[in-house]
């Protein structure tokens, strides 16, 4: 290895460095143009929707059961359920836009939804 292909594999490694903390700061750091809001929907229609910015614990209570959903630090997780099976409890926390908890028993769905895309194209929606 020469004096040249040190040089080369160099920049490689900076400009990859470069690029994964401009990567970093765009994701994480910056504020979005649109926040995400969480969307609460009981059998096909609106029953709430949040801010996933705002902390916040909210208990749904419908004829079909509860839930009880927690929105903190900026992730939304259905924490507790008297349905059978438990299934949305453990589907752990959600964040980006079109992730979704879903309990069927209920016939409740948790979806983050944002205006600026978020990767989601028309095709998947």
Known sequence: MNRKDR???AAVLAIALIL???FYIRTRLLPHSDPAVVTVTIDGKLYGAYALSEDREQDIDTVYGHNHLSIRGGYAQVTEADCPDGICVHQGQISRNGE???CLPHRLIVE???????GV???AR
């Not at 983050?112 to 978020?118: A, E, V």
């Open 20 to 22: 994964a903390v401009v």
């Open 100 to 102: 979704i908890i879903v």
């Open 7 to 9: 040089i080369l594999i």
């Open 121 to 123: 194209d028309g095709t």
């Open 112 to 118: 983050i939804l944002s205006g600026d895309g978020g």
